[in-house]
T-cell receptor, first 114, second 110 residues
């Protein structure tokens, strides 16, 4: 496996503001993903972070609300823009290692929007 | 559309009391079925991948099995440290995206 870190681990934000979440991996990976886990719910894929190109978003998620960057093989950011209380969730990045087939998850970022 | 349903939603057992968790799935061409464990406040921890019907995998007190329609996670003689939410997910052939079930919240009482 690999060591996956996310920053911040948690934050409390005011509505209308934006928060950028970082995901750093200590190994080279082929794929990186961003998931959302709403309170008491399971995980839902937001998008696949593509290196050097625009992310691929799932139905119901748009780039203006969740811009994603992936400048290299080991780092990605997710921004939650113009936040509302409905954005209060845990945001998780996951990775697939080179020559691997399994998604490994980071520790998550717990976001509360007031 | 791919769909994953887990049952029961919650399960409370006494230490040493064996049981099974169910994951029923509908997918257009299964690439893999994945089991994860999630502790409160943490990201999911990978347990198993199953690729074809009849496959079984074991790890300590856990054994995962797969049929064409469902998977079971058998827990033998559980301990309190096995308490967690167990998540099942599937991926479609040719894709890496995971579709998750709602999870089973397992509590093992000492």
């Amino acid at each position: 496996s690999a060591v996956i870190s996310q920053k911040p681990s948690r934050d409390i934000c005011q509505r209308g503001t934006s928060l950028t979440i970082q995901c750093q991996v200590d190994s080279q990976v082929t794929m990186m993903f961003w998931y959302r886990q709403q309170p008491g719910q399971s995980l839902t894929l937001i998008a696949t972070a593509n290196q050097g190109s625009e992310a691929t978003y799932e139905s119901g998620f748009v780039i203006d609300k969740f811009p994603i960057s992936r400048p290299n093989l080991t780092f990605s950011t997710l921004t939650v823009s113009n936040m509302s209380p409905e954005d209060s969730s845990i945001y998780l990045c996951s990775i697939i290692l080179v020559m691997g087939d399994t998604q490994y998850f980071g520790p998550g970022t717990r976001l509360t929007v007031l | 559309e791919d769909q994953v349903t887990q049952s029961p939603e919650a399960l409370r057992l006494q230490e040493g009391e064996s049981s099974s968790l169910n994951c029923s799935y509908t997918v257009s061409g299964l690439r893999g079925l994945f089991w994860y464990r999630q502790d409160p406040g943490k990201g999911p921890e990978f347990l198993f991948t199953l690729y074809s019907a009849g496959e079984e995998k074991e790890k300590e007190r856990l054994k995962a099995t797969l049929t064409k329609k469902e998977s079971f996670l058998h827990i033998t003689a559980p301990k309190p440290e096995d308490s967690a939410t167990y998540l099942c997910a599937v991926s479609q052939a040719g894709a890496q995206k995971l579709v998750f079930g709602q999870g089973t919240r397992l509590t093992i009482n000492p």
